[in-house]
């Protein structure tokens, strides 16, 4: 009996040390290389970087470790999301789970509740691991000590501005770019530039999410307790929040027309918006108008804070997550992302479209300043980006970034938050405009949309759907 308790711990311990990884030989096999589908996001500039570092890995330690990667573009982050929650769910048509993809911090929670995701503590040391910038790794790791997306790139937002156009204001009216430091300022700024302009938007906002969340965060509350797994609403944070964008979409000052906000600053809808550096080289250099190019000038700023709220942007960007399969796939995959993330392939990977290296060497070195002198001195695009780059690298080394940790559902609050609010803006819209079209002016208009009530309105709706999802939630 004890003889075979004692082989059974032994084969025990030998099928655990293979599934983690850390058996000393190695279960890549140059003589019969792994192939590894990755699935991303990226697009235009991006899309290139990643191949062209995707192909610099397969001529080298690729081939020298018997590993090869397949880039496979999935479309937006939305499609690529929904292709790989169908791939985990075995949907009848979908295509099988890839090796690795670009993956988000909720996603991951739900991808690994369904047993799908490698935890790479099996392939990374402890010192391999403290390499990387700790907020960036921390973006992670779940439950603790689950290693299941390792930064590969990362970014902020900032404020872009068409600072032609922007200066044409400011001379006839005496504004300044000072206004735009806060959003109660580009608020009120906004409303002037609509009058100015006989009805033209000034600013809007890429992702009304991060807006949402960061607004409550530089209001101090953290509106995604992943600590926790709940969610706090703070109605007072909220309240300031929804009154700008509500109010400010509603009216006209703020807008979102195409796409992205740049294609908006291009086409002259807007003349600012909030959004990722990592879109730093898609800032148009001209705009048309009147069926004519004209050419801009690039302004960037950082981005706004609430007033009596804490200088804080959000810290963001896609790792990468391998799924669960086998040691030679797992290993192989590891070891990529070793060599993408290491400062000598990640700064020109992240720097050339604007975002930002992922490990501590990357900043300690002379890489990033010399980037930054390259591109300062190259095209017009490329300025754009060392000009955000500047800003970018003071919000992350002056600790100004923050990412909510998630929890099962925190990808159901963030989405919840932002349709929600779109919607009511939607209709905030179509309200003002037939009050306008009655001849009232816009205080008299925006004391009929009655932006208390709208609030309570978002506010019943907010907590009913937490309350329908089976989400935790406190109120404060």
């Not at 990226?42 to 990667?69: H, L, P």
């Not at 799908?116 to 099996?122: E, F, H, I, S, V």
């Amino acid at each position: 009996m004890k003889k075979a308790i004692a082989l059974f711990l032994i084969g025990m311990i030998c099928i655990l040390t293979a599934c983690s990884g850390q058996d000393s030989q190695s279960a890549l096999d140059p003589e019969n290389p792994v192939t590894l589908n990755l699935w991303h996001y990226y697009t235009g500039d991006n899309k290139i970087a990643m191949e062209e570092a995707i192909e610099s890995f397969n001529q080298s330690v690729g081939m020298e470790s018997g590993v090869f990667v397949n880039a496979i573009a999935q479309g937006s982050v939305l499609e690529l999301e929904e292709a790989v929650t169908a791939a985990a769910n075995g949907t009848v048509g979908a295509a099988e789970m890839p090796d690795l993809f670009s993956c988000y911090p909720d996603k991951a929670v739900e991808l690994d509740a369904l047993g799908k995701l490698c935890d790479l503590n099996a392939y990374f040391t402890q010192e391999e691991k403290d390499k990387y910038v700790t907020e960036f790794l921390n973006g992670g790791i779940f439950d603790e000590d689950r290693f299941l997306i390792v930064p590969t790139v990362k970014s902020t937002e900032i404020l872009y501005a068409n600072q032609t156009a922007l200066n044409e204001f400011f001379v006839a009216t005496g504004q300044n770019a000072s206004s735009l430091t806060s959003w109660e300022g580009a608020y009120q700024m906004a409303q002037q530039y609509y009058q100015y302009s006989g009805g033209r938007s000034l600013i809007g906002i890429d992702s009304l999410a991060n807006y949402i969340i960061i607004g409550n965060r530089q209001l101090g509350v953290q509106i995604i307790d992943g600590a926790n797994s709940q969610a706090v609403l703070n109605r007072q944070a909220m309240k300031k929040v929804f009154d700008v964008y509500y109010g400010g979409m509603s009216m006209g000052y703020f807008n979102a027309v195409g796409k992205f906000r740049s294609d908006d600053i291009k086409s002259g809808d807007l003349l600012a918006f909030v959004g990722s550096t990592s879109g730093a080289a898609y800032f148009p250099t001209w705009i048309e108008k009147d069926n004519t190019q004209s050419d801009i000038d690039f302004l960037a700023l950082k981005y706004p804070v609430f007033e009596g709220g804490e200088d804080i942007a959000v810290s963001q960007g896609a790792g990468i997550a391998v799924t669960a399969s086998t040691p030679e796939k797992e290993e192989g995959a590891a070891l990529f992302l070793k060599w993408l993330t290491d400062p000598e392939q990640n700064i020109e990977f992240a720097m050339n479209t604007g975002y930002l290296p992922v490990e501590k060497a990357a900043y300690d070195s002379d890489g990033v300043s010399q980037k930054l002198t390259e591109m300062a001195a190259g095209e017009t695009a490329e300025q754009n980006v060392a000009a955000v780059y500047q800003i970018a690298l003071d919000q992350v080394e002056e600790g100004k970034t923050y990412a909510s940790l998630p929890f099962n559902g925190s990808y159901t609050v963030r989405t919840y938050l932002e349709d929600s609010l779109e919607s009511m803006c939607q209709s905030g819209k179509e309200n003002a405009q037939a009050l306008r079209d009655t001849g009232l002016d816009d205080d008299a208009v925006l004391k009929q949309l009655d932006l208390d009530a709208r609030f309570e309105e978002w506010y019943a709706m907010v907590k009913n759907e937490l309350d329908l999802s089976g989400i935790a939630y406190i109120e404060e």
